[in-house]
């Protein structure tokens, strides 16, 4: 089954300790990209990468890190994470393809980890 | 002013209405745009792309006005099951690099 996966789905953790987010899709997408939702302020991407050992800042970057060494992985690490990072956060994933593709640019969501920083 | 602008909500209508909303976008280069829908603590699923000449699928109905910048969403005949947040999204023609998301509109549909 075409999927993306995000472990852990739930994490409360406390103010300076380092976490990483796991992020894993099967479809062989190039385009893989993290968002942060938070009531009011809708879906904001954190980073996003092309392709693996490419990667660049979204909206929000700050107090965050990714990487891309491999296609299918795409974690999310927080170094020092802090009470305003508290967040849904998803994974998504999607093809390169061309413009003319229908499925150009369509994002396929994880369930989402739902993060609480004490 | 925010790149990607919806209308919040709720949308509170019966069962069987007519329903459209709208979303406009700041920069007059984005060239792919989408609809897609959230339910309650579930990630987004691409409902439709909306395409230059507009497109329609069942119920559903996209609508992009390029001379105002702003795309719509209509949906027909509501349904109970469309109870969700709908998302618009907008991003540029050359690359997926840079992708907008609106904070949705809540639409509920009452018996």
């Known amino acids: 089954e075409a999927q993306v996966t995000q472990n852990p789905r739930y994490l409360i953790t406390v103010t300076g300790k380092k976490l990483t987010v796991t992020c894993s899709q099967n479809?062989?997408?190039?385009?893989m990209s993290w968002y942060r939702q938070d009531p009011g302020l809708g879906l904001r991407q954190i980073y996003y990468?092309?392709?693996?050992?490419?990667?660049d800042k979204g909206d929000v970057p700050e107090g965050y890190k990714v990487s891309r060494k491999e296609k299918r992985n795409f974690p999310l690490i927080l170094e020092s994470p802090s009470p305003n990072q508290t967040s849904l956060y998803f994974c998504?994933?999607?093809?390169?393809?061309?413009?003319?593709?229908?499925?150009?640019?369509?994002?396929?969501f994880g369930p989402g980890t739902r993060l609480t920083v004490l | 002013r925010k790149e990607v602008e919806q209308d919040p909500g709720p949308f509170n209508v019966p069962e069987g209405a007519t329903v459209a909303f709208n979303c406009t976008y700041s920069?007059?280069?984005?060239?792919?745009f989408f609809w897609y829908r959230q339910d309650c603590r579930k990630e987004p699923k691409l409902l439709m792309s909306?395409?230059?000449s507009g497109n329609e699928d069942g119920r559903f109905t996209a609508q992009l006005n390029r001379a105002s910048q702003y795309i719509s969403l209509l949906i027909r005949d509501s349904k109970l099951s469309d109870s969700a947040t709908y998302l618009c999204?907008?991003?540029?023609?050359?690359?997926?690099?840079?992708?907008?998301f609106g904070s949705g509109t809540r639409l509920s549909i009452r018996p």
């Open positions: 920069n007059s280069a984005s060239q792919s």
């Open positions: 990468s092309m392709n693996v050992e490419v990667t």
């Open positions: 479809m062989n997408h190039e385009y």
């Open positions: 999204v907008v991003t540029p023609y050359s690359s997926a690099s840079k992708i907008i």
């Open positions: 909306v395409y230059s």
């Open positions: 998504a994933s999607s093809s390169q393809g061309h413009p003319s593709v229908l499925s150009y640019n369509e994002q396929f």
